[in-house]
DNA sequence: ATCGAACCCCCTTTTC
DNA sequence: GAAAAGGGGGTTCGAT
């Protein structure tokens, strides 16, 4: 392997008897694979929503529901009640507050 | 399938003999377990980055070299070329082009 | 505007006199400008959220007032009825429903 | 003005004597005209877009022209050239490197 | 602990 | 109507 010897600046990787590259290699590859898997799993979940849809649910109330079950009911009520709290202050009451 | 019938005005849901309840159930959890599998694989592939980093890599330029890898050579080298175009055009030129 | 026929493959722009490569500078300093304002207002909403702040306020229960208003009270007491008729399906009920 | 007594718990912002909500309401349609703005400004910039389009060039690169713009020959040299490091490293070379 | 930046996700719009 | 691209918002992480 001729060349490559001085004029590596400073903080490159420098490749040394193809060790770093090859190591460099290991890494995108193996990130390539996860983000494969994540796009196929992403795919499903596509699906999962067509389906859903095909059954008569709309995937956007689908999505709310995902999102509030992922937090605890004390978190939801507190902000549920922040925000009518608010709104009151702001004469926003929809009907009876 | 008894009764129910009134008070379902059209495209809601409406749990009839609990059969729409469970079938939206399976739906989220279907959802929810694909979810948490992205999750995973992301903390995985945060995890290589974190690697590569204390290899010495810099995982911004990783990024890079990554959104690269998953495009043809020709879209690149159209890309390139037509950016380049428009530098001159526009007198960015760096250095010599 | 006649000519311009040889030599420009198909779509690039390909400065003519410097006509191309004028306009194409228009169009980009023009955008900038415009990204250039758009960058100061939202460092002004970011202050006044700020002072929203300082005030004793939650800057995320104002978002989310500020998101409620932009819909009509119709979609939004449309969607939480769906919401919570899902809920309902899928036995979330917080409490009394 | 006493009364309000019962019912406003801690931390909530708690309208006294009509200061509170008007504050809040001061903040709300201070951030609401900022982004009706910043809004117009958006849809100046898609008719820039859309003019420069019919001009014949392609909005996309000229998104990545405007992204480079916005950085320091420096950064943009610095970085290409570590892009170019790591796909030699690599062995992606395209051509003539 | 606050600030800023990077990343990820959602949504809207446009295209085919 | 579906797929793709771009823009905006939110969140999380790192840095100070």
Do not use: C, N
């Not at 994540?38 to 499903?44: D, P, R």
């Not at 995902?66 to 709104?87: F, W």
Request: glycine share 8%; net charge negative; proline share 6%.
């Amino acid at each position: 392997m001729p060349g490559l010897h001085q004029a590596t600046p400073s903080q490159q990787p420098a490749d040394v008897a193809g060790i770093t590259g090859a190591h460099l290699l290991q890494y995108i590859e193996r990130i390539e694979r996860l983000e494969e898997e994540k796009t196929e799993l992403g795919e499903h979940v596509k699906e999962v929503f067509q389906e859903a849809k095909s059954g008569g649910f709309d995937p956007k109330i689908i999505r709310i529901v995902l999102r509030e079950r992922k937090r605890t009911p004390e978190e939801l009520d507190e902000e549920e009640m922040m925000v009518h709290l608010y709104k009151q202050a702001l004469g926003m009451t929809p009907a009876a507050s």
